[in-house]
């Protein structure tokens, strides 16, 4: 059963226009997410969080969104550059530690010139 | 600053043939350190994580296992490989002041043949 669920495995989207990246959960316990980058033959790195006591986190173009009641967290990039063309994972965890993060399947997001 | 290295980049290997990927770690002491394997169109799955040498915990059945016989070493071994042990190897520790956020190394392309 997978407790971190990323329903869009592919998404296409303008350069200039909006990226949404959708993440749903049932674990009610999780109390922090994460969102990673990853380029092909590379290692995830991180993107941006959100602590489940907030329910809104911007860092520049990306800013991720968190509904609690619906276990349901979103990815924003705005503008969308090609070079954000990339997997992108969403990650839930308990208690911040690491042998309790959940990564999601992933969508891969290609922004088109 | 902190930097993960993982070796060999890529590997092929036969099926039935043993394995060992090796994951160290510099400028940090006494890290949590996470396997993670990604395969072909899934996320990224822990199989392993250490608290300290020779404390390895495994998170799901397979024929792989893991050994940390230095602080800052992290083996990830196989004695005879399977066609689905094939993926994307990720060594991983967490951020040494944000625990919730994980660091990952370059990855391993490992393919069975």
């Known amino acids: 059963d997978q407790q971190v669920k990323q329903n869009s495995p592919s998404l296409s989207v303008q350069e200039g226009r909006i990226s949404i990246l959708n993440c749903d959960y049932t674990?009610?316990?999780?109390?922090?997410f994460l969102w990673y980058k990853k380029y092909p033959a590379e290692g995830p790195t991180f993107l941006i969080s959100?602590?489940?006591?907030?329910d809104k986190n911007e860092d520049g173009r990306f800013t991720v969104f968190l509904n609690k009641s619906a276990k349901h967290l979103s990815l924003h990039i705005v503008p969308s550059q090609p070079g954000d063309s990339a997997v992108y994972f969403c990650a839930a965890v308990v208690g911040g530690y690491g042998q309790n993060f959940v990564f999601g399947p992933g969508t891969r997001l290609s922004v088109l010139p | 600053s902190q930097t993960i290295h993982q070796w060999p980049a890529t590997l092929v290997q036969p099926v039935g043939s043993p394995l060992s990927l090796e994951c160290t770690v510099e400028?940090?002491?006494?890290?949590?350190l996470y396997w993670y394997r990604q395969a072909a169109g899934r996320g990224l799955q822990l199989l392993f994580y250490s608290v300290g040498i020779g404390q390895i915990s495994s998170e799901v059945p397979q024929n792989l296992s893991a050994s940390r016989p230095q602080d800052r070493q992290f083996i990830l071994s196989s004695k005879k490989l399977l066609l689905s042990d094939s993926g994307f190897y990720l060594c991983?520790?967490?951020?040494?002041?944000?625990?919730?956020?994980?660091?990952f190394g370059p990855g391993t392309r490992l393919t069975v043949l």
């Open positions: 400028g940090t002491s006494n890290p949590n």
């Open positions: 991983a520790w967490p951020h040494p002041r944000r625990g919730g956020e994980q660091f």
């Open positions: 959100i602590s489940s006591i907030k």
């Open positions: 674990n009610s316990m999780f109390d922090y």
